[in-house]
């Protein structure tokens, strides 16, 4: 046998070898062709296919209150967006499309004709999910449904002004909403995703952009405190025809608000009624003279300079007393009267009097200390800092006026929180918005024993002799001043408009709350803030101490309970039967 | 002889390897395609949630409890000698 190689022609093998070769040659060239020369446009077309960029979406943080309670949620809804070029083509389609949408079908061809060689082209916004399911079932080509937010305030009206609102497109346009839109809002962020032929997404590539939810925000409103102060301001607006009216809470400890209301109102779930002028948030943003209800400043004043005692008699006779070419007057002639007496009777004579008896310097500076003439530090949208001009402008009538209240301008906030000066042993910190514990920046004013001393007087305004006996509150003590000022027109002081006003804190024993009530041109038989602003102050105050638990220093009389009770207006309940649920805590 | 069994070695890792990487990588597709679908469970949820706390606060208004208490459960506030304060 012959060995088999010898068989083989040599020509075979090397044409066999030949063939492989070439056939290797072509692949390798082949693939460097590929893999070389036209990458980047093979590998962009594999990404056309294969990538896509994903949207994350954010949606804007949840508003509570100080326990958690919502105060505005966003949730998803729908709008239908079009393609009017595209829609062009389906014309015989657009009755059904505006008939689904509830829209005129006149109206609509008008719209698509105008904007016919458009790409985009909202037809109706945030529309409920029932709804953008039937339009999508129409399947007409060039309609589109857009996943937006639509912000949702479960409170209504009951705290609107704090909260404020969003616009359409869900960015904050009032209150705390813009104050703190940078936090709230979240900021939607997008990615390059890779896709199976499927649609599933399999692989995160790479983030364009990060995105984060809105982080949620925690008022320091407590929804019950502000129910209640919404329910009987709106009771004595109605029962007094006021023009308008505030009235503001403040735990004395913190300086939380706890509670802030204002009339009128607006609904923020349904934009499209907003009237101008109801969105302001009044008790920040608007000033008023506090009359009578800065008195106590007055005094306190005094008693810092050293000139008076809390028994130091002033003679207030005859009930006028003339100052440079105007004339300061009581509501009657109250004769010799203590300090004490002066706050209880609400004696203009006798205020002007101990004023005119310290330097201007003097009572500025107590004015200046409570805050008054400077902003409440809430940075709340629109807060103003009122008005207190320079003592070294102030003739000897302003400073006379001054010291009962006319001639600067406070704002309800700045008010209350003046009163907690005197509630929390003369220190003052400032107003906020969000829970603190601790506030920061607490200065002292005031000596702790001054404002002792005073809150004993304004106690006694509010005992049966005194200015401010409607605001008594069954079981606990309260120290308040009444304020019922005159408001200025072109021609002075005799328009007949009346700003009636209620300052306290209680229980007087310890103080806990510090509430304002201000009544803005009752145009009732009744004017005087004792009548139309200390019983809203009662009703508020008495629920308010309840709910929070705080125990009783002062004695029950069924009495004022009947005194409290509120006239029946339409739509509110009367207070007979202020039900609240209680924390458990102190009373039962 | 010695070098060419550890050839054959190589070559035997060296495609297992390969296939150990085309599955690791199916795995984890799968996956992820599952995180996916979980995430996109979880948006839906935290949707609803926030739905529910809204549908909660809207029943739970203060306006409208204090109505159901006074017209339909006939509660009144204690009177003052009614009240006994426990400290």
């Known amino acids: ?588 | 002889m010695k070098a060419q069994r550890i050839f054959g070695l190589l070559a035997a890792a060296v495609m297992l390897s390969a296939l150990a990487v085309v599955y690791t990588k199916h795995h984890s597709r799968q996956l992820f395609i599952e995180f996916e679908a979980l995430k996109a469970q979880r948006d839906g949820m935290d949707i609803e949630w926030n739905r529910l706390l809204l549908e909660q606060a809207t029943w739970a208004t203060p306006t409208r409890v204090e109505m159901i208490a006074r017209d339909r459960l006939q509660m009144t506030l204690p009177a003052p000698e009614q009240i006994v304060i426990v400290d």
């Open chain 1, 1 to 588: 046998m012959s060995n088999p190689a010898s068989m083989v022609r040599p020509w075979r093998l090397a044409l066999v070898a030949g063939v492989l070769a070439c056939g290797a040659a072509a692949l390798g060239w082949r693939a460097l062709h590929l893999q070389v020369m036209n990458r980047d446009f093979l590998q962009d077309q594999g990404d056309a296919r294969h990538l896509r960029i994903h949207a994350i979406s954010a949606h804007r943080g949840m508003i509570t209150d100080r326990h958690g309670e919502p105060l505005a949620i966003s949730t998803p809804v729908d709008s239908v967006w079009v393609n009017p070029r595209e829609l062009q083509a389906a014309q015989d389609q657009w009755p059904v499309l505006a008939r689904t949408l509830g829209m005129g079908a006149q109206d609509l061809e008008q719209r698509l004709r105008q904007r016919a060689d458009r790409g985009f082209l909202y037809l109706k916004r945030h529309i409920n999910p029932d709804l953008a399911a039937r339009v999508t079932a129409l399947g007409i080509p060039g309609v589109f449904l857009q996943r937006e937010y639509r912000r949702y305030y479960p409170e209504g009206e009951v705290a609107a002004h704090v909260v404020g609102i969003t616009d359409v497109d869900d960015v904050g346009r009032e209150g705390m909403e813009l104050a703190w839109d940078h936090t709230l809002r979240g900021k939607p962020g997008s990615k390059w995703v890779l896709r199976d032929r499927f649609g599933r997404v399999v692989e995160d590539v790479a983030a364009i952009e990060d995105a984060a939810p809105g982080r949620d925000l925690a008022l320091s409103i407590d929804r019950r405190l502000q129910y209640l102060a919404y329910r009987e301001l709106k009771a004595a607006v109605r029962e007094h025809r006021a023009e308008s009216a505030s009235a503001v809470i403040l735990d004395v400890r913190t300086g939380e608000v706890l509670a802030m209301v204002n009339q009128p109102s607006y609904n923020p779930n349904n934009r499209s009624s907003i009237r101008s002028g109801s969105t302001r948030n009044r008790a920040v943003t608007d000033v008023f003279e506090p009359g009578s209800t800065v008195k106590p400043f007055t005094v306190a004043s005094a008693l810092e300079e050293g000139l008076y005692r809390p028994d130091s008699t002033i003679d207030t006779r005859p009930g006028q007393y003339r100052v440079g070419r105007s004339m300061v007057r009581d509501a009657s002639n109250y004769g010799v009267i203590d300090l004490t007496t002066i706050i209880q009777k609400s004696s203009n004579v006798g205020a002007a009097k101990i004023a005119l008896a310290m330097p201007a310097q003097r009572l500025w500076h107590t004015y200046s200390a409570i805050g008054f003439g400077t902003p409440a530090g809430t940075a709340f949208p629109g807060e103003v800092s009122g008005v207190l001009p320079h003592y070294s402008r102030w003739r000897e009538v302003e400073h006379a006026t001054l010291s009962f209240g006319y001639g600067l301008a406070v704002t309800p906030l700045q008010l209350a929180l003046a009163y907690t000066v005197l509630g929390d042993e003369g220190r003052l910190k400032p107003a906020s918005f969000v829970p603190t514990d601790r506030p920061s920046g607490v200065a002292s004013v005031l000596e702790p024993r001054t404002a002792r001393e005073v809150l004993a007087m304004m106690e006694t305004a509010v005992s049966e002799r005194g200015t401010g006996s409607m605001a008594r509150v069954s079981g606990y003590r309260v120290a308040g001043k009444t304020g019922t000022a005159q408001m200025a027109s072109e021609h002075g002081y005799d328009s007949g408009d009346y700003v009636s006003t209620f300052a306290g804190v209680a229980p007087a024993s310890d103080p806990r709350l510090a509430m304002v009530v201000v009544v803005t041109r009752p145009r009732g038989e009744e004017y005087y803030g004792g009548q139309v602003a200390a019983p809203v102050f009662s009703r508020v105050m008495s629920g308010s101490l309840r709910m929070l638990g705080i125990v009783p220093d002062g004695t029950y009389s069924r009495q004022w309970y009947a005194d409290a009770a509120p006239p029946r207006a339409d739509g509110l309940a009367p207070a007979s039967a202020r039900l609240v649920a209680d924390d458990g805590k102190g009373v039962m």
